[in-house]
């Protein structure tokens, strides 16, 4: 009695492997099988790329949110003013207030602040910004704007009742410096439409600061609008002397800031309202995962499309082998092992296009900025604009279970598609296959 191979044994693995190498003028389809593999490869690696692209631009959006502004920020509902009907929303008892916030676990910094919009001049040019009044201690605790890396000036400057020539300090955004077209140690006005009261109404209050600071946030919408004045200046120059627009609180791990709501709440106190980091980007987030699982969707059906290749090309194979696989039957080979060696055949193309995928994928995802610059050296505008896609440039992130969800999917739509032809093969009637040699 004869013995049965083992599946997958060496024969059939050298069978397949002899195949796939065929020229043409042997019967093989070797064009067919680089169009397969070359059409593997460049799927994978753009699912791959993508993949990374959207996870980096997610991880660097929510870091610029999280790192340059409160994880939750906490408002006064507002009482109603009976002289005037407008609604107060200032906080007169902020310290107590950051206080209780500050006890309740998790919790790792609450910071009054006072926040307005005012026009900065400087000479003939002008700049809409929004003033935060803010403490050195809790400007420091915001980790994009105290970064050393990429600031100008000395941020302890900040901490000072007033400069060398008695003018208070001013933190300011890099795009809003460039705006301006100033620097540390330059000159900045600020313009408050309401600053003084009289007896004959507001005026305009106008007060000249020392920029010793330049920060950039690595958001182009927060870096071009936003500036810092110390916290009891800015109370004095819009007339909230003893209160605060808000409280912004940071926390351990924003990600679980829902969680911590009804905490929070509860700390504040009575006619109180919070507004998280998700709250304020829900929408952009929202899009984001949308966007998510469209590309996805688009990028697996390019990889479908390309192994649908690797189909086309094993038909190919099936007719030119017909003679060969006529002989093989009648010399005892089983249709299973027939389908074994089809099946490596169209296996062997999708592993070895998805190893080279997942190579160029994962290197254009660590030098995607010597990409660009290369790229960018062609064109005469910068392929990356930060003022219309907010950061400064394109960041790309390799997530072990991204790389893994390209690698199986592209793996199973290959041995997938490569089963039909490889049934075929096997079920092929060798009298049928060797009559007409």
């Not at 191979?5 to 020229?23: Q, V």
């Not at 064009?31 to 660097?60: D, N």
């Not at 004095?236 to 709501?261: C, H, L, Q, T, Y």
């Not at 899009?287 to 479908?304: P, Q």
């Amino acid at each position: 009695m004869a013995v049965q191979p083992k599946p997958f044994s060496a024969f059939e693995t050298m069978i397949a492997w002899r195949y796939l190498r065929a020229k043409r003028a042997e019967g093989g389809v070797s064009v067919m099988t680089w169009i397969s593999l070359i059409g593997i490869t460049l799927a994978v690696f753009a699912l791959i790329a993508t993949l990374a692209v959207r996870a980096g631009f997610r991880a660097e959006f929510v870091d610029t949110i999280l790192g340059s502004n409160a994880h939750v920020t906490v408002y006064n509902a507002g009482t109603v003013d009976q002289q005037t009907g407008r609604i107060d929303r200032q906080i007169t008892d902020y310290e107590a207030m950051a206080e209780r916030l500050r006890a309740v676990e998790g919790v790792t910094r609450a910071a009054p602040l006072i926040k307005n919009q005012v026009l900065a001049t400087v000479g003939d040019r002008n700049a809409g910004v929004e003033v935060r009044g803010i403490t050195l201690e809790d400007l420091k605790g915001l980790p994009r704007i105290a970064d050393p890396g990429t600031a100008q000036g000395d941020i302890e400057d900040f901490a000072l009742d007033s400069t060398e020539d008695g003018v208070f300090p001013i933190a300011i955004g890099s795009g809003v410096a460039s705006t301006l077209g100033i620097g540390v140690g330059d000159k900045i006005r600020v313009i408050n439409p309401t600053g003084n009261r009289t007896a004959l109404g507001t005026s305009p209050r106008v007060n000249a600061y020392d920029v010793v600071y330049v920060f950039s946030a690595g958001r182009y919408d927060i870096d071009r609008v936003r500036v810092y004045l110390p916290f009891a200046e800015a109370q004095s120059f819009f007339n909230s002397e003893g209160k605060a627009d808000e409280i912004e609180v940071m926390v351990e791990d924003p990600e679980r800031v829902d969680e911590m709501s009804l905490d929070l709440l509860n700390a504040a106190g009575e006619n109180t309202q919070i507004w998280t980091w998700r709250d304020s980007s829900s929408g952009f987030l929202r899009a984001l995962e949308v966007e998510d699982n469209v590309m996805f969707i688009i990028l697996s059906i390019l990889v479908l499309i390309a192994a649908m290749n690797i189909t086309s090309g094993l038909i190919m194979l099936v007719k030119n082998k017909g003679r060969d696989i006529g002989i093989l039957r009648t010399m005892g080979l089983t249709e299973g092992s027939v389908l074994r060696v089809f099946f490596m055949c169209g296996a062997f193309i999708g592993i070895i296009g998805t190893v080279m995928g997942t190579v160029l994928g994962c290197l254009f995802a660590l030098y995607i900025d010597q990409i660009f610059g290369i790229l960018d050296s062609f064109s005469d505008q910068p392929i990356w604009t930060p003022d219309t896609r907010g950061i400064y440039f394109l960041p790309a992130k390799l997530e072990f279970w991204d790389v893994m969800s390209a690698v199986g999917l592209s793996l199973f739509l290959s041995f997938v598609v490569t089963i039909f032809p490889a049934r075929r093969a096997a079920r092929m009637n060798p009298v049928e296959a060797l009559r007409y040699e």
